[in-house]
């Protein structure tokens, strides 16, 4: 890793995370030399058209949109796309013979123990053209394009009603020319732009996955573009002039103008912003190793990071056959947020998630309609949530009307009450939680014994002193605004370009120029995409890797390399070294093979001082004085009667024992019995959980 110095100005910066229930932002203000002034806005999500939402969130902020240096919007427009399958309708253009590649895929199964299931490709069969082309393996020419064909084949998708198209021949990683050639042509036929040619997205081996890859871009740009588009002109009507970026999954940044061109590395954006705040928080507070548990209202979201940094794969399976192989954030996802709906199932037992009541009809307590039990009903009727402290309840709901319908569509089918219904509920969706916490700890060889649980989102304070103690997590860090962490990641995030190529060579035979050569480029290439954007970093950064994997052997391994300069013997080395941290098995007599070679060049921004997300003045002298009330809350089987402060009101020497409720107004946090917690100077909440394995 190197760096090299910049500058970067710019006073203002608004951070905008749109969720599935919530559309969140952050403003922070430098002017003035003195500490910054924060505003922090918390509006529904408006599903029609998320640009409404982005710019409700902009008037409750308070700040006019022309006074704002810089806008930041982490967006979920092309996740969910891929995910409700509401795409452009897009070709494919590939080698003769090959066009069924992207539906075959792994010969794997939804179900990994039943015979059954459905999949559907991102492109059908009948959108799906062949033409005349072939290279080899190592890129030597087999067989030329035949250019007629392909300007036949671009007539039929056109009159097919194709707005995009990709272009996807084999081996095009080894030799592009066939892809360029084609785009080329393409260009002068096709009525827009969105031409996505396979290499150029992503240039490793494996057609099925850089198929899949390139289908998926095209068949967001569009939707991509027209959101970007639209955001744009409502930000001008509110007076805002300049460029704004967008969140890539990888957790950098890039500006709106260019972000249609690869829409495929948006996917998780929402995620990986909340992934990069968190990291960076911890670091101020000197802890580097973290699992991070974001919460939220539709899905829960789970990542790792090790050293102070998120953990990227270029390996991501947004869900089954559905592989987005550009880096993102190594996020683990669960159908479980605040409005995932329970129910009992044939059995007789309870299930929960993954449908969620979104942000509308959304659960009981927020009195737009939903009549079905949610885990944030559930919390409400345990005490954990105080109904008169809700956001954005359209028409009041009791206490007792959320206890009619946990009785009627729970508790009955059980021989439970509704508040020992909504305690199974809670207790069930901890277990769900944990599950994907083990995914990224334990299934990657990592004790979760060794890290702090950070918790975010609207739900995961609730929550994460529970799931610490089901994992032996000794400690719990609650950052201070839990509720827009993700839009506190699109302030403190980089600019940032991942890039990876194919060697697929013994490391025994390797062309080392040509490896440094593969480096070097992808360096200079990442310095010019930051040098065209619109902010101005601090100074560079760049971390170098391999996927690598014994010959023979499928899987792979990222292995971090210390710059472009490598000999053989340390490749080996390093490899090894990885394959037993992961295995705990050593193979000296095998040969490694060093598949890809990547590069992350990031752009680094200025630090935010994070001491003032929540303002100091507020903070009282003694904690009796942040008092708001006591109240009865269900742990474990009982009520207990319980102390709630206001966190904004907290003095920051404070210690508190469990049981403790903290209210804010984007989240709360549950402090059970036996643990306790304290703050730092940055008011985050570290809570010691009791009787958790240190």
């Known amino acids: 890793m190197s760096e090299k110095s910049g500058a970067e100005s710019g006073h203002v910066v608004a951070g905008i995370d749109v969720g599935g229930t919530f559309t969140d932002l952050l403003l922070v203000d430098g002017r003035g030399g003195g500490p910054a002034r924060v505003a922090v806005a918390k509006t529904p999500t408006t599903t029609d058209n998320q640009a409404h939402g982005v710019v409700n969130a902009l008037h409750e902020a308070g700040v006019p ?105 084999l081996h095009a990683y080894a030799n592009p020319a066939h892809e360029q050639r084609a785009a080329e042509i393409a260009q002068e036929i096709w009525p827009t732009d969105h031409i996505t040619t396979g290499h150029s997205l992503l240039s490793e081996a494996r057609e099925f996955e850089r198929g899949v890859t390139a289908a998926v871009n095209a068949a967001v740009q569009p939707i991509l573009e027209r959101y970007v588009a639209r955001l744009s002109e409502e930000l001008k009507t509110l007076g805002y002039r300049r460029d704004f970026l967008v969140m890539n999954g990888n957790g950098g940044m890039i500006s709106a103008a260019n972000v249609a061109r690869e829409a495929a590395k948006t996917v998780m954006s929402g995620p990986a912003s909340g992934v990069m705040a968190a990291a960076y928080t911890a670091r101020r507070a000197g802890v580097e190793n973290l699992i991070t548990y974001d919460m939220g209202g539709t899905s829960t979201d789970v990542a790792l990071v090790r050293g102070g940094q998120a953990a990227v794969s270029n390996e991501i399976e947004i869900e089954y056959a559905m592989p987005i192989h550009v880096p993102m954030v190594d996020v683990h996802t669960v159908g479980a947020g605040g409005g995932s709906i329970a129910r009992v199932n044939d059995a007789g037992l309870i299930e929960v998630g993954p449908e969620s009541a979104g942000a509308v009809p959304g659960p009981i307590c927020y009195g737009r309609g939903g009549m079905e039990p949610t885990i944030s009903d559930a919390n409400l009727l345990l005490g954990r949530l105080n109904p008169q402290k809700l956001l954005s309840v359209d028409s009041p709901v009791s206490v007792d009307d959320v206890k009619a319908v946990f009785t009627e569509k729970l508790g009955r089918h059980m021989g439970f009450g509704a508040v020992e219904a909504a305690g199974a509920l809670l207790k069930l969706a901890d277990i769900k939680m944990a599950g994907a916490i083990r995914m990224v700890s334990l299934g990657k060889g990592h004790d979760p014994r060794d890290f702090a ?27 201070a605004r839990p509720g827009i962490t993700n839009a506190l990641g699109c302030v403190v995030a980089d600019l940032r370009h991942d890039f990876v190529n194919t060697v697929n060579r013994p490391v025994a035979d390797l062309d080392l120029d040509l490896v440094r050569g593969v480096l070097e480029a992808q360096r200079a290439e990442g310095e010019t995409l930051i040098a065209g954007e619109t902010v101005r970093p601090e100074r560079m950064k760049y971390t170098h890797s391999a996927d690598m994997q014994f010959v023979g052997q499928t899987h792979l391994l990222n292995v971090p390399l210390p710059g472009p300069e490598v000999d ?33 060049v990031v752009g680094v921004r200025p630090e935010i ?41 907290l003095p920051l020497d404070a210690v508190i024992e469990g049981p403790a409720i903290l209210e804010q107004l984007d ?8 643990d306790r917690a304290a703050m730092d100077g940055d008011g985050n909440i570290l809570i010691t959980v009791g009787g958790a394995e240190g």
Request: hydrophobic share 40%; proline share 6%; glycine share 8%.
């Open 568 to 600: 053989r013997e340390t490749l080996q080395a390093l490899f090894e070294e990885a394959y037993f941290t992961r295995f705990k098995v050593r193979l000296p007599e095998i040969r490694a093979n060093l598949v890809n070679l990547n590069t992350s």
């Open 453 to 479: 649980l950070f918790a975010f989102g609207g739900a995961g304070p609730l929550h994460a002193s529970a799931l610490a103690r089901e994992l032996g997590i000794p400690r719990v860090m609650v950052p």
């Open 65 to 169: 949109a022309s006074e704002i240096d810089l806008i930041v919007h982490g967006t979920t427009t092309t996740t969910n796309a891929v995910l409700e399958r509401r795409l452009a309708v897009t070709g494919m253009i590939t080698t003769r013979g090959f066009r069924d590649v992207i539906e075959l895929g792994r010969r794997t199964r939804p179900q990994a123990y039943g015979m059954t299931g459905t999949f559907t490709p991102v492109i059908p069969r009948n959108l799906r053209l062949e033409v005349a082309e072939r290279m080899d393996a190592s890129g030597r020419l087999l067989e030329p394009l035949d250019e007629e064909g392909l300007r036949e084949a671009l007539r039929q998708l056109l009159d097919a009603g194709c707005v995009s198209l990709v272009i996807h021949f």
């Open 667 to 674: 989240t709360t946090t549950v402090i059970e019995p036996g």
């Open 609 to 649: 001082d994070l001491a003032t997300l929540i303002d100091p003045a507020g903070r009282m002298q003694r904690l009796e004085e942040a008092l708001v009330e006591t109240r009865p809350v269900w742990f474990d089987g009982a009520w207990h009667d319980t102390p709630v402060y206001s966190r904004a009101k």
